[in-house]
């Protein structure tokens, strides 16, 4: 099971840091990837990290902004969002699979976690 926590309201330009915790079964071979679902859009692709913490991918939209992280020890996985936007506001999910690239395409995958609500205004 996974859990997002972190969100909040915070101005544009300002910085948030989000949390998944993993409880249960031991994830620390998974790929671990953030999602996000801005109100009537589509859910997109965030960031993911592999299991070892040497491969790392950035949506567009987000690189030079965001940095994933990840604390196998503790079962958990950050992103660290500086210069925040107002179209950065969405839920934000983690999620984990096995396979990185089932992290990357955003189907499939193996698990995901409740939301966390981030509101950027400007």
């Known amino acids: 099971q996974l859990q997002a926590f972190g969100g909040g309201l915070v101005q544009a330009g300002g910085s948030l840091r989000l949390s998944c915790i993993a409880s249960?079964?031991?994830?620390?071979?998974?790929?671990m990837g953030w999602f996000r679902q801005a109100p009537g859009k589509e859910r997109e692709f965030v960031a993911a990290?592999?299991?070892?913490?040497?491969?790392?991918s950035y949506a567009d939209s987000v690189k030079g902004r965001f940095t994933i992280s990840r604390d196998k020890a503790k079962n958990a996985v950050y992103l660290q969002m500086i210069s925040l936007k107002p179209e950065d506001t969405a839920v934000y999910y983690c999620?984990?699979?096995?396979?990185?690239?089932?992290?990357?395409?955003?189907?499939?995958?193996?698990?995901w976690g409740k939301g966390t609500l981030v509101t950027v205004s400007s």
């Open positions: 999620a984990g699979d096995p396979r990185y690239i089932t992290v990357i395409a955003g189907k499939g995958i193996n698990i």
């Open positions: 249960g079964r031991s994830r620390s071979t998974y790929t």
């Open positions: 990290i592999s299991w070892s913490g040497g491969n790392l």
